[in-house]
């Protein structure tokens, strides 16, 4: 069983970065692992995954050139260094874990496993 637990969020202004991490638990290399975020009012959607060496990575237009996702399988952590933050960034955010075959990902694909999510807030 893998558990998620994401940290990180804040209140940041417009142009400023934020760090999120997720600690995982139960966790092995054979999970490609995605970042996902909730907007108030909006469907959850899939910005960025990486694959389960962490050489295959993807991420959705909004966030290519801001955002960068890696992974520290020694330590079972993912991160989301988010750069160029936009008030329309502003969301909740979570990790989330799928077992794959392969070194591969996709962030529109189904994923088994999610962290509790934690808020990120982009404002004046």
């Known amino acids: 069983q893998v558990q998620l637990v994401e940290s990180g969020g804040g209140l940041v202004q417009p142009g400023g970065s934020l760090r999120l991490s997720c600690a995982a638990s139960g966790f092995t290399t054979d999970y490609a692992l995605g970042w996902f975020r909730q907007a108030p009012g909006k469907d959850r959607e899939g910005i960025s995954c990486?694959?389960?060496?962490?050489?295959?990575?993807r991420y959705v237009e909004s966030v290519k050139g801001r955002f960068t996702i890696s992974r520290d399988n020694a330590k079972n952590m993912l991160y989301l260094q988010m750069n160029s933050l936009k008030p329309e960034d502003t969301a909740v955010y979570y990790c989330?874990?799928?077992?794959?075959?392969?070194?591969?990902?996709?962030?529109?694909?189904?994923?088994?496993?999610w962290g509790q999510g934690t808020q990120v807030t982009v404002s004046i």
């Open positions: 989330a874990a799928v077992r794959s075959l392969y070194n591969y990902c996709s962030p529109y694909a189904s994923y088994d496993y």
């Open positions: 990486i694959g389960r060496s962490g050489a295959y990575i």
